[in-house]
């Protein structure tokens, strides 16, 4: 079992769809977690990134995070054809410093 | 503020011959990062350094893959001799500490072993 699980999707979704992305994970040392866009030959950028449990907003874009269900998510609200490409659930262990990256969902947001 | 540099950002190689992907982090960050990113794949971490110590590299296959930062800046990822399954984006990225979790990535080398 991998540590990171992440549904690779496609995921297609009209322009102005609410679009919830998911990771979930069995590590209970990960106390970070970040997502971070990738665009089609590009290197990943990153969005947001929350410590602990709770939530975080910036913009269009809310990140969730449930220790207790060990699965984090990232809602994009109003999506535009550029929020296309994909994107990569990434948690770092509080005791190793170590990322681990999920797959990456791939989605595209249809004009 | 540049941001991570990596050259060159395509290689095309025949197996056994050697590759090497050269890294320049953020000014000022002390922690830098070399990943591999397999096709439809997240990246996966190779070796962390903290200046110029290397960290942890128990993903690096020591026995073809070797990483350098002297002087804890610039980086170097050299394979040799590489093969097929080498073929994949290379990655790198840099934070101000192990600690901090913003680490910003470079645009990676895309490596195809033919």
């Known amino acids: 079992q991998k540590e990171v699980e992440q549904d690779p999707g496609p995921l297609s979704v009209p322009e102005g769809a609410i679009v919830s992305l998911n990771c979930t994970y069995s590590?209970?040392?990960?106390?970070?977690f970040m997502w971070y866009r990738q665009y089609s030959r590009k290197g990943p950028e990153l969005l947001m990134y929350?410590?602990?449990?709770g939530n975080k907003e910036d913009g269009r874009f809310t990140a969730q995070v449930d220790k207790s269900s060990k699965y984090i998510s990232l809602f994009i609200r109003d999506s535009q054809p550029s929020d296309s490409a994909t994107y990569l659930c990434?948690?770092?262990?509080?005791?190793?410093?170590?990322?681990?990256f999920g797959t990456g969902t791939r989605l595209k947001v249809l004009a | 503020e540049a941001g991570v540099v990596q050259s060159p950002r395509y290689k095309i190689i025949e197996k056994k011959q050697p590759v090497a992907f050269w890294c320049n982090p953020i000014?000022?960050?002390?922690?830098l990062y070399w990943y591999r990113q397999n096709l439809g794949q997240g990246p996966e971490l190779l070796i962390r350094?903290?200046?110029?110590?290397?960290?942890?590299d128990s993903q690096l296959p020591k026995d073809r893959f070797s990483a350098e930062r002297l002087k804890g800046v610039d980086s170097t990822l050299k394979i040799q001799p590489a093969e097929l399954g080498d073929s994949a984006v290379y990655l790198c990225?840099?934070?101000?500490?192990?600690?901090?979790?913003?680490?910003?990535f470079g645009q990676g080398t895309r490596l195809t072993v033919v």
């Open positions: 990225a840099s934070s101000q500490g192990q600690s901090n979790t913003e680490a910003f």
């Open positions: 590590n209970s040392a990960f106390q970070y």
């Open positions: 929350t410590y602990s449990s």
């Open positions: 990434a948690m770092q262990n509080s005791g190793t410093y170590k990322y681990i």
């Open positions: 000014s000022g960050h002390n922690t």
């Open positions: 350094y903290e200046n110029e110590e290397a960290v942890d």
